[in-house]
């Protein structure tokens, strides 16, 4: 009898004591599919993450083109494209007493050689600078041309060395012979011929026969 009771109160004690021991929580299941619903990342609330520590690398746009606007054409006067050059010549003017020639020693300024005739002359036809020369040419004549070939020099005077010359035959020698001296001073002028508008003269004044080219042994 006494065992009986005694394995009944074991029976009842370890009935008490697992009665007292709580038993874990049923998980909830609904807990648990929204936490792990919370933990997906849908497409329409994803958002893409930039790491600030790397450097952002822009293109910067091309810079727009400048108009260049082409240099202006660079002008030259005259006066710089052929460099002149100084020459020595010999003009013969006649002596104030209207007798005789006399050789004046100038310096000239051209531009090419084939120039040097027109500026020689271009001297006897101004007054000279000397006290003892005088001119012998009318004030208002012109050359219109001095042209160069195979040894004879074509001077071509305006109209007016006919109208306007109003000297004797002294005269119009010494104004032939002056030209004939002066351009013969160049080793390669032989001869000159004397034209008036461009046509060929018989006379100047009706004392000297021009019809040919005076020669520098005429003189």
Request: hydrophobic share 35%.
């Amino acid at each position: 009898m006494n065992r009986k009771i005694l394995i009944l109160a074991i029976v009842t004690f370890s009935l008490a004591v697992c009665g007292c021991q709580e038993l874990p929580p049923t998980p909830n299941t609904q807990n648990y599919e929204q936490k792990a619903e919370s933990n997906l990342v849908h497409p329409e609330n994803k958002t893409s993450k930039i790491d600030n520590t790397l450097p952002i690398t822009t293109t910067p746009p091309p810079e727009p083109k400048k108009n260049i606007e082409p240099e202006p054409p660079k002008v030259v006067s005259p006066a710089t494209q052929t460099e002149k050059q100084k020459i020595k010549v010999t003009a013969y003017f006649p002596d104030d007493a209207g007798i005789n020639l006399v050789a004046v020693k100038r310096t000239i300024e051209i531009k090419d050689d084939a120039e040097k005739y027109l500026a020689v002359l271009n001297l006897l036809i101004n007054s000279p600078t000397e006290k003892d020369l005088t001119a012998i040419f009318p004030k208002n004549t012109k050359i219109n041309s001095v042209n160069f070939k195979d040894g004879t020099a074509f001077v071509d005077f305006d109209k007016n060395i006919t109208k306007s010359f109003a000297g004797g035959s002294t005269g119009e020698e010494l104004l032939v012979n002056s030209v004939v001296k002066t351009l013969t001073e160049f080793p390669e002028v032989q001869q000159v011929r004397f034209l008036v508008d461009g046509k060929e003269i018989e006379t100047l004044s009706g004392h000297m026969d021009l019809s040919e080219p005076i020669k520098k042994s005429d003189v």
